[in-house]
């Protein structure tokens, strides 16, 4: 579980806003190999999700986990395919420096705490273009939001909730929602899947963090048990429904992020053990965001 939280918090920023990677972050303890192949629509569409009639959900192992390191493939190793080639850059001053801005900081044209104007630069010893006040020279960070929710299993189905709200109105979700300030990922967790589901849960253990550089956001899955067979839909749902595994409408949820949950759950009931996943879903260049099938799953890793 030490090394579950650690990797949470590495790689969702948690440490602190304005955290670097280190080599150490990389540094735990990381055993044998596991899939190198990225989880696509594509290569998941091939294949048949399991069947629950003779499966049984297999329960989470109490033992501490470590984490298999593997060769990641990823639409964005080797080159950088937008920046420039060897022989062009050759050509450019040696003072020449590219820059980039982070989020949305040209958007930001006043300041949160004074109401002055903005400018957009970048900051001494950074190397992005932030908004600085022109008043009183505070600089706007933007961080990621986080996303937390429940994956629960009930008797070998899944809970799922249909969104009565946009986005993705009328499609399927795990109960799910940005955690608030003042609480724990597992408590943000608890109190989304009451929101949404009207049902109290017991958090088992992390199931997956998923990265969506994107947008900025971060969803951190917890695998979760009813403690009552109860549940109904909240405001924000407007049915709430158990599914097996090979009913899960796959074609009508809501989200790329739920997804690739759905799938790495299935696959591991399949497989008989549960794991923890993290991995970062990228989606394909010219595909519209809507399109909860074009994604890849990066650099994934698993216990």
Known sequence: MLKTIQILGCSSGLVSHRWKPQASCCSLSFISAVSTKPLSSSSSSSRSLPTTKDLVFPRPSTRRTRFGLFSMSSAHSGSNPGGPSSSSSSSLSSSTVVVQSVGNARKINFCQWCGGTTKHEVPDGEE?????????????????????????????????????????????????????????????????????????????????????????????????????????????????????????????????????TLKLFAEDVKAGKLKFHYGTINKRPGTSPSDINAYTLDYHLQS
């Not at 937390?148 to 009565?164: P, Q, T, Y």
């Open 128 to 260: 992005k273009i932030r908004a600085i006040c022109t008043v009183c020279e505070k600089i706007a960070y933007e961080n990621p939001k986080m996303v937390v929710g429940c994956l629960i299993e009930h008797d070998n189905m899944v809970l799922l909730c249909k969104r009565n709200i946009e986005p993705s109105f009328g499609l399927w979700t795990l109960p799910a929602g940005y955690l608030e300030i003042g609480e724990s990922a597992a408590e943000g967790a608890i109190r989304e899947t009451w929101e949404e589901a009207c049902a109290e849960v017991e958090v088992v253990s992390p199931f997956a963090q998923l990265d969506i550089p994107l947008i900025g956001q971060t969803y951190v899955i917890f695998l979760a048990r009813l403690k009552k067979a109860q549940f109904s839909p909240g405001p924000e749902s407007s049915e709430c429904r158990l599914f097996a595994l090979d009913d899960i409408p796959f074609d009508s949820l809501a989200f790329s992020s739920m997804v690739v």
